[in-house]
């Protein structure tokens, strides 16, 4: 079993930054790729970025130039750095972990989500 939790979330104002974090643990061999998603009410999850294992990185068109990810294979964690937020990022945010377990088994993890309001 492979647990997921996101942190980092909160209230920001327009113009400023926030950094969340996710943190794989559990039965896990390996990570491969992750992955930054969001949900707005009423809206269809939106995909945020991805990271590979060695450090790949692609981005929705939204957050391009604006948001960055990054990864620590050793803790099993993977970053979302958020500049410039604006208050249509609002949204929870949630983690995705692609991988295998010590029995070589596929897995694919979400956590529960982390809130980010962008507000004055």
């Known amino acids: 079993q492979v647990h997921i939790v996101e942190s980092g979330g909160g209230l920001v104002q327009p113009g400023g930054s926030l950094r969340l974090t996710c943190t794989a643990s559990?039965?896990?061999?390996?990570?491969?790729?992750m992955g930054w998603f969001r949900q707005a009410p009423g809206k269809q999850r939106e995909l945020v970025g991805t990271?590979?294992?060695?450090?790949?990185?692609t981005y929705g068109g939204s957050v391009k130039g604006r948001f960055t990810i990054s990864r620590d294979n050793a803790k099993n964690t993977m970053y979302l750095q958020m500049n410039s937020l604006k208050p249509e990022d609002t949204a929870v945010y949630l983690c995705n972990a692609n991988g295998l377990d010590p029995r070589y088994v596929r897995f694919g993890s979400w956590g529960q989500g982390t809130q980010v309001t962008v507000s004055s």
């Open positions: 559990g039965s896990i061999f390996t990570i491969g790729d």
């Open positions: 990271i590979t294992r060695d450090g790949r990185t």
